[in-house]
C-alpha cells in the first residue's frame, strides 16, 4: 500500500501553507526566489514564490505575493496564525539565478541577484535566520519543503539534487 502525501503547490507570486505532515512545492524558480519558512515544533511549513524584491517601486503592486518585502511579511503572519512561533521560525532560499545574460549587464537586469538581496533583508527585518540557502547561479531550480522535518529538497536539470 502506498502511502499518499499530501502536496500543496505555490504558483508564481504566490505562497501556501502546510502543518504537520506534507510537502509545499513550486516548479521554475528562475530569477525568482523561493522563501521556505518553517517551525519545527509545530511543524508548520510556508514557502512563498516571489517575482520581485520591491513592491514600493512598482506601480502594479496589487498582488502582494509577488515581493519580497510583502510576501515575508504575510506568509510569517500566516504562520503565526496555524500556531507557528515567530522565534522558532527558521528559512530556507532558493533561486534567484540570472537565467540571460546582457550586454550592458546593469544592475536592473540582475533580477536574481535583487530578489535574493531583498529576500534575505526582508528576513532579517522580521527577526528570521536564514539556515540553508542554494541561490544565484545561472539555472532552474523546483523544490520541495517538508512540514514533517524542515527539509528542502532544491532540484535542478542536468544539476542533480540536494538537501537544504
Known amino acids: 500500500m502506498l502511502d499518499t502525501l499530501q502536496v500543496v503547490k505555490v504558483g ?5 501553507l502546510i502543518k504537520g505532515e506534507g510537502m509545499i512545492t513550486t516548479l521554475g524558480l ?8 518553517y517551525d519545527p515544533l509545530t511543524k508548520v511549513a510556508g514557502m512563498a514564490h516571489i517575482m520581485l524584491p520591491d513592491s514600493t517601486q512598482i506601480k502594479n503592486n496589487d498582488n502582494k505575493f509577488k515581493f ?17 512561533s515567530k522565534s522558532r521560525i527558521t528559512a530556507k532560499l532558493a533561486g534567484g539565478a540570472q537565467m540571460f545574460s546582457f550586454a550592458n549587464d ?45 527539509k528542502l529538497i532544491v532540484k535542478t536539470i542536468g544539476k542533480g539534487t540536494i538537501e537544504l
Open 12 to 16: 508564481m507570486a504566490d505562497l501556501n
Open 30 to 37: 528562475g530569477s525568482c526566489v523561493g522563501i521556505s519558512l
Open 68 to 84: 519580497a518585502d510583502t510576501a515575508t511579511v504575510i506568509l510569517i503572519d500566516k504562520m503565526i496564525e496555524l500556531g507557528a
Open 106 to 150: 546593469s544592475d536592473i537586469m540582475k533580477v536574481g541577484e535583487r530578489n535574493v538581496i531583498a529576500s534575505k533583508e526582508a528576513l532579517k527585518k522580521a527577526g528570521i535566520k536564514i539556515i540553508a540557502e542554494d541561490t544565484g547561479k545561472d539555472y532552474g531550480r523546483t523544490i520541495q519543503l517538508f512540514a514533517e522535518d524542515g
